[in-house]
Each structure stands twice: as structure tokens, then as C-alpha cells.
Nanobody, 128 residues
Framework: QVQLVESGGGLVQAGDSLRLSCAASGRAFSSYAMGWFRQAPGKERELVAAISRSGRSTYYADSVKDRFAISRDNAKNTVDLQMNGLKPEDTAVYYC?????????????????????WGQGTQLTVSS
């Protein structure tokens, strides 16, 4: 089992940059593919970015490609989301999630149902 705690959200202006961080505790962090999701009011939770166990493979939603970057530090048990060129439509609660992956695989996960553990979320508000 792993516990996830997000931090770094806040109120920013359009065009600003912000870095979200997710700290994991519990079972071996490197056993998990990690993802950042977001949920805006009245909308479904959507995957923003995902990263494989090793960090070698990443995935981005089209809406954030070339603006956001996901990274992880398996020694520090953290996964970060660097967000640049923020837009009002990026306003949402951002969640960190973990998917347990077999030792022989180094894939990322893109389906919400694949993720086993979730953080409580951190609010990002981007004003225009």
C-alpha cells in the first residue's frame, strides 16, 4: 500500500508556471506507475500525465502536451508535475495516483480504473 500527498497548488495568473509535487510513503515507490489527474467542477476526472516506474516513459494529454512535464525521483519517493503557460481551463483539483506494476513491466497507465491509490488532491486556480 502507498499513501500519496499532493502539494503546490494555488492561485496563479494565466501564463504563469507552477510545480505540483506528490510525496509517497509506504510500499516501494518504484513499484508504481504514477499519474497526475485533474477534475474540474462538473467534469469527469481526466488523466493529465503519466510516467512509468523507471521514469523512462511518459504520456501527456493533448491539452497539456508541450506545456506540462511529469517527472519522478524514486530515491525521494516523489513525482512532480511542472506546469508552464497555465490557462484558465487548467483550473481543477489535481490528484496524484499510483498503479502497482509487475516487476517485469515498465509501462505507464492511462486508464483511471487502473490506478489503485489516490491522494486527496490540490486545488489549482488560474485566473485570466
Amino acid at each position: 500500500q502507498v499513501q500519496l500527498v499532493e502539494s503546490g497548488g494555488g492561485l496563479v495568473q494565466a501564463g504563469d508556471s507552477l510545480r505540483l509535487s506528490c510525496a509517497a510513503s509506504g510500499r516501494a515507490f518504484s513499484s508504481y506507475a504514477m499519474g497526475w489527474f485533474r477534475q474540474a467542477p462538473g467534469k469527469e476526472r481526466e488523466l493529465v500525465a503519466a510516467i512509468s516506474r523507471s521514469g523512462r516513459s511518459t504520456y501527456y494529454a493533448d491539452s497539456v502536451k508541450d506545456r506540462f512535464a511529469i517527472s519522478r525521483d524514486n530515491a525521494k519517493n516523489t513525482v512532480d508535475l511542472q506546469m508552464n503557460g497555465l490557462k484558465p481551463e487548467d483550473t481543477a483539483v489535481y490528484y496524484c495516483a499510483a498503479d502497482s506494476i509487475p516487476y517485469f513491466s515498465d509501462r505507464y497507465s492511462i486508464l483511471t480504473d487502473e490506478y489503485d491509490y489516490w491522494g486527496q488532491g490540490t486545488q489549482l486556480t488560474v485566473s485570466s
